[in-house]
């Protein structure tokens, strides 16, 4: 049963809710950094206050996406996945005669995702990258002659497509999911899932930092810790569970579809993590103060959102 009173204005109570935490989280560094002087907790607060300013900025870019309309939000998310590419292809070796294959990655079949998202085709976004660029890829490929680590360059960039290109065009294709009409809308649903995300990032990397002392995977990812795990994991899902008054969900729906969301995303930051290890990167770019790259701030989000879209799916379905 949905409260009343929030009916139609789940948008507004979430973006007020988020504008409330930076509020918050914007003071009390302001507070902390009078506070701490030198060592490595300067250096956390330094890094923290870079971050609380990166998110200022994207949350005003997110938020004029959802208001202007949904061609806008296709747009943004696209410009996203451009973006987030373009570091992951940095990373590949790829030969000169790659170079044709990419221009098709990023100029033909990129585009054509997002238009497909937009015009609601979803028999063909939810087929074209996975069926047909992954044909089309390696065949490419093999018409350049160079078979020299072929296997590689194909996968590689396959792999490069399905997460900063498929993966990320879940969120948008929200819309093309038939909601009831007394349900929260699809601009709400897109800001619950990129809220319960990244607050389990934030709420990781808080936790970690006053209790983590056992790290997961030391190797890989040094300061994620057991303690930061579950910390983050249990209230962010705590908090998409609290929320279910802005999706389509019940409570206990919201908490399956949180907690599914929180680890996934998890799983994406600790992949994204090894894939920057392997490379021999800290970062996967420097665009955003205090974050990296794009690819490094939507790490969690390319294994989440795939995931979120067909349990929203499941259970509208199922309430139908």
Not at 81 to 87: C, I, K, P
Not at 232 to 240: D, E, F, K, P
Not at 248 to 270: D, E, K, R
């Amino acid at each position: 049963m949905r409260v009343p009173f929030l009916k139609g204005q789940e948008l507004l109570w979430l973006f007020g809710g988020v504008l409330g935490l930076l509020v918050v989280a914007t003071g009390t560094t302001l507070v902390l950094r009078q506070w701490v002087t030198g060592g490595a907790l300067q250096a956390t607060m330094t890094n923290l206050s870079a971050r609380v300013r990166a998110w200022w900025v994207m949350c005003a870019v997110f938020a004029v996406a959802l208001i202007v309309g949904e061609v806008a939000t296709v747009a943004l998310f696209g410009l996203v996945s451009f973006l987030a590419l373009r570091e992951f292809i940095t990373l590949i070796p790829t030969s000169r005669r790659d170079h044709r294959t990419l221009l098709w990655i990023f100029f033909v079949i990129l585009p054509l995702q997002y238009s497909l998202v937009a015009t609601g085709s979803y028999a063909l976004f939810s087929a074209l990258i996975p069926v047909y660029a992954f044909i089309f890829i390696p065949a490419r490929i093999a018409l350049t002659g160079d078979s020299e680590r072929f296997l590689a360059r194909a996968s590689e960039t396959q792999w490069a497509l399905v997460i900063c290109v498929y993966c990320v065009s879940h969120l948008p294709a929200l819309h093309l999911l038939k909601i009831p009409a007394e349900a929260a809308d699809t601009s709400t649903l897109l800001l619950y899932c990129v809220l319960v995300v990244q607050l389990s990032d934030v709420l990781q990397y808080v936790w970690g930092k006053l209790l983590g002392r056992n790290a997961i995977a030391p190797s890989i990812s040094p300061n994620k810790t057991w303690e930061g795990f579950l910390g983050g994991v249990g209230c962010a899902t705590a908090a998409g569970t609290a929320l279910w008054w802005a999706t389509p969900f019940n409570p206990w729906q919201a908490a399956c579809v949180s907690l599914a969301i929180t680890l996934t995303g998890y799983a994406g930051g600790l992949t994204m993590s090894a894939i920057k290890r392997d490379r021999g990167v800290k970062d996967y770019g420097t665009l955003i103060e205090g974050h990296g790259g794009v690819l490094d701030r939507i790490d969690s989000i390319c294994f989440a959102a795939p995931v979120f879209f067909h349990l929203t799916n499941y259970f509208l379905t199922r309430a139908s």
